[in-house]
């Protein structure tokens, strides 16, 4: 597999932020619920931001590195060139299949925008963040793309 690109990089180093925000946040908040009895006000709507941010800016990546979780029923039926289609078939199924989430998360951003959606404690607006999972989800679709590419010219592991 080839070096990582200054995209992975980024995205690699973004995801360490969420992760870190939910650590400490979790931690402060259970000191200050126990020794305070006063729960940090809206952590778990800063917790569920972070998760989402995470998950979504981990997604390119473990799409890039076929890192998702993959179901072989069929592997031990498919054999020669069929063994090839299949992974091309697959690759895009999946690339597609990112693609749609992608442009339903860009819809789902305009009608935030529109609706001025926000969170209830904080206020945060739900549109920017909801426009960020659409930017990671098409990377990773554009990700997968490139992997159905390789498979088609047969220049990937046909898994």
Request: charged share 15%; proline share 4%; glycine share 6%.
């Amino acid at each position: 597999m080839a070096a990582s690109g200054p995209v992975e990089r980024v995205l690699g180093v973004l995801c360490a932020v969420p992760v870190a925000l939910i650590v400490v946040l979790t931690f402060a908040d259970v000191f200050a619920r126990y020794l305070f009895a006063a729960p940090i006000r809206g952590s778990l709507e800063i917790v569920e931001f972070s998760m989402a941010l995470l998950i979504f800016m981990a997604l390119p990546l473990v799409t890039r590195h076929r890192g998702h979780v993959t179901v072989s029923l069929i592997d031990n039926v498919v054999r020669g060139p069929a063994r090839r289609i299949k992974a091309v078939l697959c690759d895009a199924l999946s690339t597609v299949a990112l693609a749609l989430m992608a442009w339903r998360l860009w819809a789902q951003g305009l009608d935030d925008l529109d609706a001025g959606k926000h969170s209830i404690v904080l206020g945060w607006p739900h549109a920017p963040l909801t426009f960020a999972l659409a930017a990671c989800a098409t990377l990773a679709a554009m990700a997968m793309a490139g992997l159905a590419w390789q498979s088609l010219q047969g220049r990937e592991d046909t898994r």
